[in-house]
């Protein structure tokens, strides 16, 4: 360490994912194994991300991290456990240009700064823990030149956050539960990437609940205990279902794909109610939206969407097409208008042009809108007015990312303190 | 039949149930066999019965039915089941001092009329049709002087609804699966009866719901069909539980009753949310009360309440003793109070004298109730205004009797129609 002066900086962003073959329950509790496989579709980044930048500096006291700004602490063993096992792994550097060098031996000494910030609600409930610790160890991995596969660190971020491990991968990806009792083999693996599947189109209702919600980690621990169903679904259920989506995912074959998201997100949702005391992430807005979904899929004869729904009444919404999008968007829009003091832009992001498929182009188009022809028996076809905060556009993504513009840094290179 | 002007008549009451270990799923469509052993509580016939009055006279040219006043079809398969296996049990009567004397060849050509009336909301999710299946065949055995007991009884009125069979008993009741192919030995028997746990106090909370809901003959056709959860709970879980239910009731455990109950409504619930399209018979006012009665069992260390939900959003709350019902009620109608407009002597019924016991008298008093003392986290506890249309204060009761009393008959003697 040639200069004291120095501060050396690495920003990556990561998506975040959403689980089609749902994982809950763990069979190792510190280590975060889970007592089956399951399946997710990484969100785009550009509308749902982590960006992170950590730096190193001789000149840092001790380990601090920032979360959209606020200092949070690291003590928690989950921040704890990933620190550890990529600092075990750091391995030599050089920098001749700017003189620095820190060899393995300094890395133990060194203390790091991490600042994280989430382009969407981190209390909305969409998985930020699981893009968070993802970006946390991708990043720290590449400041300390940790030479490990990509595997080997979706190892170190589930143990930041279970569904984290499957956030190191765009596209379709597979947590494999593993058999090592050190969870060695417990890793994501991508199944296919981004780009073998990009018809299809997500859309995310956030659902508005007043509800306090049981955090994803004491619900799960309930129903492993409790839960006389969860075993079943573990043990006999999701393996084949596994099976199943793999096969579905290559062949793009929506009919199975929709057909196994929505039965087990249900099937989750079940094994949540089957716990003492039963947990409700679900309420009557994502009820509404599943009977919506079901009774147009029925009315078209084959699916056309997909639903799935992870600890929160949030509804991810996968759409088969484009068109297939502008066409859901539009019921949703019809059934869950916003009040009448919102703006259109806040309430639907992400990709807005599905709105100009939609022939929306301001709020009064919203109020105009026909009711769908499969509601014809309802008379008059109840909306639900501010029962969703708003709705996020996006599709299929690609996995983390370093950023070499240092202008996207979330540290100051001076000071190594938020900009 | 010496005379051709006579009418004879017999007038019935039975009461309603309420399941602790559910029935969900048969395992044949017509001859309604469930895919396992259920256990209710019959509930007392002042605050919920069906009153049924059956006549018959060489006068009536077909048989005929009357519910709540309105005439209804007796063409479906369930009443034609019902009707033909009771007639072709009825044996010969005589009266003398009328001058009647049928054969059991003349009851294959009499016709009779049927009219039924519920003291409660038909609609409400009462389970009104095991109430109303179970007086018609009780009736009808009587008319006809049908020597079968009980037991058999129950099996030709679960023809008509499958948990109409457990409203042949008082008290707490089993309907045993049985194994024969021809459902001879899926029938009703007795646990205890209503003296045995004559402390409980039931309360009732008929919720407010907007969804129109699925039948619980489709729902179970469904999961049946697509839930992967449905046949390990009937095979693996259900056996069990119904051992373990058997034992608390007959110790009156009620630690142990209610964790089973409460267990048991939920895994029914989880099995219909795992079923496709998935079914949803709970809402959020319905998750409300649950939570409302998990966390005070859990701040009395020991439960003081269960809870169990049929197909439909209403709550029964088994009390263990009338000052836990009380208390019970004072936190319903803190929670969950009327709209202005509403009179107390409708917005509580059954019996009222609990209300006496919470010290409330008039609405004001209602609007006067202090929040629950394991509420205090919650600033402020929020109150659900109209969630819930009214509540009836009830309790276990006997089973099915015979009124003697002519002006209780629903039919006209003279006439044999509606009076």
Same mark, same amino acid.
């Given at each position: 360490m040639?200069?004291?002066?120095?501060?050396?900086?690495?920003?990556?962003?990561?998506?975040?994912?959403?689980?089609?073959?749902?994982?809950?329950?763990?069979?190792?509790?510190?280590?975060?194994?889970?007592?089956?496989?399951?399946?997710?579709?990484?969100?785009?980044?550009?509308?749902? @991300?982590?960006?992170?930048?950590? =730096?190193?500096?001789?000149?840092? &006291?001790? /380990?601090?991290?920032? %979360?959209?700004?606020?200092?949070?602490?690291?003590?928690?063993?989950?921040?704890?456990?990933?620190?550890?096992?990529?600092?075990?792994?750091?391995?030599?550097?050089?920098?001749?240009?700017?003189?620095?060098?820190?060899?393995?031996?300094?890395?133990?000494?060194?203390?790091?700064?991490?600042?994280?910030?989430?382009?969407?609600?981190?209390?909305?409930?969409?998985?930020?823990?699981?893009?968070?610790?993802? @970006?946390?160890?991708?990043?720290? =991995?590449?400041?300390?030149?940790? &030479?490990? /596969?990509?595997?080997? %660190?979706?190892?170190i971020a589930r143990q930041g956050s279970g569904s984290a491990c499957r956030s190191l991968y765009g596209g379709f990806v597979k947590w494999v539960m593993g058999n090592e009792k050190n969870g060695g083999d417990s890793i994501a693996v991508q199944l296919q990437d981004e780009k073998h599947w990009d018809e299809l189109v997500i859309i995310i209702a956030v659902v508005s609940s007043r509800q306090k919600e049981t955090s994803s980690t004491s619900?799960?621990?309930?129903?492993?205990?409790?839960?006389?169903?969860?075993?079943?679904?573990?043990?006999?259920?999701?393996?084949?279902?596994?099976?199943?989506?793999?096969?579905?995912?290559?062949?793009?074959?929506?009919?199975?794909?929709?057909?196994?998201?929505?039965?087990?997100?249900n099937q989750f949702h079940a094994v949540c109610l089957d716990t003492s005391p039963p947990i409700f992430y679900m309420n009557d807005t994502s009820h509404r939206i599943i009977s919506c979904v079901e009774k147009w899929n029925r009315s078209e004869g084959t699916p056309q969407v997909a639903y799935t729904f992870d600890a929160g009444p949030n509804a991810v919404l996968i759409a088969r097409d484009r068109k297939v999008a502008a066409n859901l968007l539009q019921r949703l829009l019809y059934y869950f208008p916003p009040h009448s003091d919102t703006d259109l832009n806040s309430y639907v992001i992400g990709d807005k042009s599905i709105l100009g498929d939609v022939g929306v182009d301001e709020m009064r188009d919203v109020e105009a809108l026909p009711p769908p022809p499969e509601a014809k028996d309802q008379i008059p076809a109840q909306k639900q007015r501010g029962a969703v905060s708003y709705f996020i556009c996006t599709r299929p993504g690609k996995g983390p990312v370093l950023l070499s513009d240092e202008s996207q840094a979330l540290l100051n290179p001076e000071s190594g303190l938020p900009k």
């Open positions: 040639a200069s004291q002066k120095w501060i050396l900086m690495t920003t990556a962003q990561t998506p975040t994912n959403i689980a089609v073959i749902k994982y809950w329950g763990k069979r190792d509790e510190a280590l975060i194994l889970a007592v089956n496989d399951s399946i997710s579709v990484t969100l785009d980044p550009q509308h749902l @991300c982590t960006t992170t930048t950590v =730096a190193v500096s001789p000149m840092f &006291q001790s /380990d601090r991290m920032w %979360l959209n700004g606020k200092e949070i602490s690291l003590s928690g063993g989950r921040y704890q456990n990933c620190l550890r096992e990529i600092r075990s792994r750091a391995s030599e550097i050089e920098d001749e240009k700017k003189g620095i060098k820190i060899t393995k031996k300094d890395w133990e000494k060194l203390h790091v700064h991490i600042a994280s910030y989430n382009n969407f609600p981190t209390a909305a409930g969409l998985a930020s823990s699981a893009a968070g610790f993802a @970006c946390l160890v991708f990043s720290l =991995a590449k400041l300390m030149n940790v &030479q490990e /596969d990509q595997g080997k %660190l979706s190892a619900g799960m621990r309930d129903s492993v205990e409790t839960s006389l169903l969860l075993q079943h679904r573990a043990k006999e259920v999701v393996p084949k279902r596994i099976i199943e989506m793999e096969e579905a995912i290559k062949n793009r074959d929506f009919l199975s794909f929709a057909r196994l998201t929505c039965a087990d997100s």
